[in-house]
């Protein structure tokens, strides 16, 4: 009965096709027959058509099938199909939610189909992400990092120049400084601003992925395990069972007002979002990702831009994380879907899309390869992975955690007490987190 | 006798042709997910992995009551239906009345009213977050223009359900209008001019006169627009995320992110068959409160 009913929810919400991986007769070249695999995956994302004709090229034997959705749509899609009898036999799925969906059994480990030292060659922010119960589920393709853009035509007249190096990366006071000697205008009459709103997940404060940094970096690593500091960094406990003191510890709540001052006091970047701010110079800086340098450097903005390392308040951190390749449980070639996998996240597929895509790549011996990851500015970001680089707190449960906690920061950024809403946040992860 | 008996079977069988399909369908898409519902009201489970579950018996309600969240959830509903209908019902009825009567430019004053009803909610929804934008958007501009302060509206804690309810009102206004523009229309001519041969004035006619011979339509447009309210979804959706502060988050929002991206379609579907039993409640309420005393 709930497989009739989570089949039409299926079919009905989404309108999938037949995703079960399929063999044709058999031919002269393929005596077996040609298996087609099918990939889930978002729009605009990899596997590129490159990629996955070079795979085809080199595996005459095997095509694959693509389905592709909005990102906005992809959880979504991934809750609904998994639960079919007919999932996709690979998924493209963000990094974070690795462990909800191995907690769940969606995904397959892969740990029989990594090659020896392909685990010591991962990015230790992606090898941590990708790993639930010891079991690893996931190579990863490319990693990401956030950095601080700015106008270099904006702050050359006002003496401005901000470092290349993440040692002397500014401090989120000096950025703050920098910020409002930019902005133009003040009050209902601001012309340039000084930060420009955030463009991820709806458009509008509060993302995880850029915003509970402003929390994070208020805490510290070094501190010892049962100080408020340390708990501040890591966001919730290391077995993922605990929120309350941990996203709502006084560091953070201290985080939290920083991050409300910038919109409600210094009123240095708006609350509602404004399409293409930074490139149309209506803001001076922007919190963007790696990619956006290749963003800028094919479309040229018209003005000189720079990049920075992500500022700090006590300690540095950036989060990592990407989309990523999986291998679905319930698929029917998990062989085959695991070589994919394999073939697309390593090796020459791997390396050719990250150096068109100007990606962090995830395997250190790709990154050695890439000589433009070694100078300005894509070293500040691959630089941020290797030195300040964590995932979004691991856990079975991300997914709630990420909607509750990105709520509870838009909240803030409106203007909600940060402290009281901290608090609420933590109370509703509670339950969630110790189911 | 049996041609009597042919006859029954034959009408059976057309009534079976016509109406089974489309009994089937009902009972498929409409009667057996709300079976399903309160069936699965009553366990605790991830969508992601459904087979794995816990019979927690009716402890999806007691937390569903326990919780601020949903608590809020249901006020916030509630209120905002409230606020729609209080104000749909008066605006709605003085625009049919002025459709109903011999004045200038009627017919486009009648496409104008009309025109949001036709209009997918998420588009209506996408063109008031333009409009409401605090920086750029059209309302806030012409209020600067005015030399007032530009307001935050959909930021603002104060101020985004009311803004919210205002683009119902400007959505929902149309239906309603036709709806009692139908009603005024079936008020006999001869009444209203008896009551003018009796002195009544333009006031007295529409109080005592037509306002009661309307019951039955206000009843209707009463309950429609406030089921209608209460299935609000994509504001929610697509202007605030049920913000700020949850001041927003109307029911069947928050039953979608419980669901979806909270993993709990157990309490999704307690809050559900609540909202249900709730929705069902009001409406026998208020077509009984309502009722008319007059008919024509």
Same mark, same amino acid.
């Given at each position: 009965?709930?497989?009739?009913?989570?089949?039409?929810?299926?079919?009905?919400?989404?309108?999938? &096709?037949?995703?079960?991986?399929?063999?044709? *007769?058999?031919?002269?070249?393929?005596?077996?027959?040609?298996?087609?695999?099918?990939?889930?995956?978002?729009?605009?994302?990899?596997?590129?058509? %490159?990629?996955?004709?070079?795979?085809?090229?080199?595996?005459?034997?095997?095509k694959?099938e693509?389905?592709?959705?909005?990102?906005?749509?992809?959880?979504?899609?991934?809750?609904?199909?998994?639960?079919?009898?007919?999932?996709? @036999?690979? %998924?493209?799925?963000?990094?974070?939610n690795?462990?909800?969906?191995?907690?769940?059994?969606?995904?397959?480990?892969?740990?029989?189909?990594?090659?020896?030292?392909?685990?010591?060659?991962?990015?230790?922010?992606?090898?941590?992400?990708?790993?639930?119960?010891?079991?690893?589920?996931? &190579?990863?393709?490319?990693?990401?990092?956030?950095?601080?853009?700015y106008?270099?035509?904006?702050?050359?007249?006002?003496?401005?120049?901000?470092?290349?190096?993440? +040692?002397?990366? #500014?401090? #989120?006071?000096?950025?703050?400084?920098?910020?409002?000697?930019?902005?133009?205008?003040?009050?209902?009459?601001?012309?340039?601003?000084?930060?420009?709103?955030?463009?991820?997940?709806?458009?509008? &404060?509060?993302? %995880?992925?850029?915003?509970l940094?402003?929390?994070?970096?208020?805490? @510290?690593?070094?501190? +010892? &395990?049962?100080?408020?500091?340390?708990?501040?960094? #890591?966001?919730?406990?290391?077995?993922?069972?605990?929120?309350?003191?941990?996203?709502?510890?006084?560091? +953070?709540?201290?985080?939290?007002?920083?991050?409300?001052?910038?919109?409600n006091?210094?009123?240095?970047?708006?609350?509602?979002?404004?399409?293409?701010?930074f490139?149309?110079?209506?803001?001076?800086?922007?919190? @963007? %990702?790696?990619?956006?340098?290749?963003g800028?450097?094919?479309?040229?903005?018209?003005?000189?831009?720079?990049?920075t390392?992500?500022?700090?308040?006590?300690?540095?951190?950036?989060?990592?994380?990407?989309?990523?390749l999986?291998?679905?449980?319930?698929?029917?070639?998990?062989?085959?879907?695991?070589?994919?996998?394999?073939?697309?996240?390593?090796?020459?597929? *791997?390396?050719?899309?990250?150096?068109?895509?100007?990606?962090?790549?995830?395997?250190?011996?790709?990154?050695?390869?890439?000589?433009?990851?070694?100078?300005?500015?894509?070293?500040?970001?691959?630089?941020?992975?290797?030195?300040?680089?964590?995932?979004?707190?691991?856990?079975?449960?991300?997914?709630?955690?990420?909607?509750?906690?990105?709520?509870?920061?838009?909240?803030?950024?409106?203007?909600?007490?940060?402290?009281?809403?901290l608090?609420?946040? +933590?109370?509703?992860?509670?339950?969630?987190?110790?189911? | 006798?049996?041609?009597?008996?042919?006859?029954?079977?034959?009408?059976?069988?057309?009534?079976?042709?016509?109406?089974?399909?489309?009994?089937?369908?009902?009972?498929?898409?409409?009667?057996?997910?709300?079976?399903?519902?309160?069936?699965?009201?009553?366990? !605790?489970?991830?969508?992601?992995?459904? !087979?794995?579950?816990?019979?927690?018996?009716?402890?999806?309600?007691?937390?569903?009551?326990?919780d601020p969240?949903?608590?809020?959830?249901?006020?916030?509903?509630?209120g905002?239906?409230?606020?729609v209908?209080?104000?749909?019902?008066?605006?709605?009825?003085?625009?049919?009345?002025?459709?109903?009567?011999?004045?200038?430019a009627?017919?486009?004053?009648?496409?104008?009213?009309?025109?949001?009803?036709?209009?997918?909610?998420?588009?209506?929804?996408t063109?008031?977050?333009f409009?409401? !934008?605090?920086?750029?958007?059209?309302?806030?501009?012409?209020?600067?223009?005015?030399?007032?302060?530009?307001?935050?509206?959909?930021?603002?804690?104060?101020?985004?359900?009311?803004?919210?309810?205002?683009?119902?009102?400007?959505?929902?206004?149309?239906?309603?209008?036709?709806?009692?523009l139908?009603?005024?229309?079936?008020?006999?001519?001869?009444?209203?001019?008896?009551?003018?041969?009796?002195?009544?004035?333009?006031?007295q006619?529409?109080?005592?006169?037509?306002?009661?011979?309307?019951?039955?339509?206000?009843?209707?447009?009463v309950?429609?627009m406030?089921?209608?309210?209460?299935?609000?979804?994509?504001?929610?959706?697509?202007?605030?995320?049920?913000?700020?502060?949850?001041?927003? !988050?109307?029911?069947?929002?928050?039953?979608?992110?419980?669901?979806?991206?909270?993993?709990?379609?157990?309490?999704a579907?307690?809050?559900?068959?609540l909202?249900?039993?709730?929705v $069902?409640?009001?409406?026998?309420?208020?077509?009984?409160l $309502?009722?008319?005393?007059?008919?024509?």
């Amino acid at each position: 009965m709930l497989r009739l009913s989570t089949a039409l929810l299926a079919a009905t919400l989404f309108a999938a &096709p037949a995703f079960a991986g399929e063999r044709s *007769a058999p031919t002269a070249d393929c005596p077996q027959g040609v298996l087609t695999l099918s990939v889930l995956k978002p729009q605009n994302n990899p596997p590129t058509p %490159v990629m996955i004709s070079a795979w085809e090229t080199a595996n005459k034997c095997m095509k694959i099938e693509l389905n592709e959705v909005p990102f906005g749509q992809l959880a979504d899609k991934i809750n609904v199909l998994a639960a079919s009898g007919n999932p996709p @036999d690979v %998924v493209m799925y963000d990094g974070p939610n690795t462990q909800t969906y191995a907690a769940a059994g969606v995904l397959l480990p892969l740990d029989k189909y990594f090659p020896a030292g392909l685990k010591a060659d991962m990015v230790q922010a992606t090898l941590d992400e990708h790993t639930y119960e010891g079991k690893i589920y996931s &190579p990863g393709t490319q990693q990401a990092s956030l950095a601080l853009f700015y106008n270099a035509d904006m702050l050359a007249p006002l003496g401005i120049t901000p470092p290349r190096e993440l +040692a002397k990366a #500014w401090t #989120w006071a000096e950025a703050l400084d920098a910020m409002k000697k930019c902005q133009k205008g003040e009050g209902d009459n601001v012309t340039v601003w000084g930060l420009a709103p955030s463009r991820f997940g709806n458009a509008t &404060p509060g993302f %995880v992925y850029r915003d509970l940094l402003f929390l994070r970096t208020f805490g @510290d690593p070094k501190a +010892a &395990p049962d100080s408020s500091a340390y708990k501040t960094y #890591w966001a919730l406990s290391r077995d993922a069972k605990t929120a309350q003191g941990w996203i709502n510890s006084p560091e +953070a709540v201290e985080g939290a007002k920083f991050y409300s001052d910038l919109f409600n006091v210094h009123k240095v970047t708006p609350k509602a979002g404004i399409p293409n701010a930074f490139q149309d110079k209506k803001a001076c800086f922007t919190i @963007d %990702v790696s990619y956006f340098v290749a963003g800028l450097a094919n479309n040229d903005p018209g003005f000189k831009w720079g990049v920075t390392p992500l500022p700090y308040a006590k300690a540095p951190i950036v989060h990592t994380g990407s989309i990523t390749l999986g291998v679905m449980a319930k698929g029917k070639n998990p062989d085959e879907a695991a070589k994919f996998v394999l073939d697309m996240s390593t090796g020459k597929i *791997a390396e050719d899309y990250n150096r068109a895509a100007r990606a962090l790549p995830v395997m250190k011996s790709i990154a050695a390869k890439m000589t433009e990851l070694q100078s300005y500015p894509l070293n500040i970001f691959l630089e941020e992975v290797q030195q300040w680089g964590h995932p979004r707190p691991p856990s079975p449960h991300f997914a709630q955690y990420d909607k509750i906690v990105t709520d509870a920061l838009r909240d803030i950024a409106y203007g909600a007490d940060p402290k009281t809403r901290l608090d609420s946040a +933590a109370r509703s992860l509670q339950p969630i987190l110790a189911r | 006798m049996i041609a009597a008996k042919r006859r029954a079977i034959l009408h059976w069988a057309a009534v079976t042709t016509f109406v089974g399909p489309f009994l089937l369908m009902l009972l498929m898409f409409q009667y057996v997910p709300v079976v399903r519902m309160v069936w699965d009201s009553l366990w !605790d489970f991830a969508l992601l992995n459904p !087979d794995k579950r816990t019979f927690v018996g009716l402890g999806n309600y007691l937390d569903a009551f326990d919780d601020p969240d949903r608590r809020q959830a249901f006020a916030v509903t509630f209120g905002f239906a409230f606020g729609v209908v209080c104000l749909v019902i008066p605006i709605s009825f003085f625009i049919a009345i002025y459709l109903n009567g011999r004045l200038p430019a009627r017919a486009v004053v009648r496409t104008v009213v009309f025109l949001p009803v036709v209009t997918s909610s998420v588009v209506i929804a996408t063109m008031w977050v333009f409009l409401l !934008d605090p920086t750029n958007g059209l309302i806030n501009g012409a209020i600067a223009m005015m030399g007032f302060k530009k307001l935050a509206f959909l930021t603002s804690k104060a101020q985004a359900l009311p803004s919210i309810i205002g683009m119902m009102v400007w959505q929902q206004t149309g239906f309603a209008t036709v709806l009692f523009l139908s009603g005024l229309q079936g008020i006999p001519r001869d009444l209203e001019d008896a009551a003018r041969v009796d002195g009544c004035g333009w006031w007295q006619r529409l109080r005592h006169v037509v306002m009661p011979l309307l019951g039955r339509t206000t009843v209707f447009v009463v309950v429609i627009m406030t089921v209608f309210s209460l299935q609000a979804f994509a504001p929610a959706l697509i202007m605030t995320g049920g913000g700020p502060e949850g001041t927003t !988050d109307f029911i069947a929002f928050d039953i979608y992110q419980l669901a979806f991206a909270l993993q709990q379609p157990g309490l999704a579907s307690a809050i559900s068959t609540l909202f249900m039993l709730v929705v $069902m409640g009001v409406s026998l309420l208020q077509m009984r409160l $309502m009722r008319s005393e007059w008919s024509y």
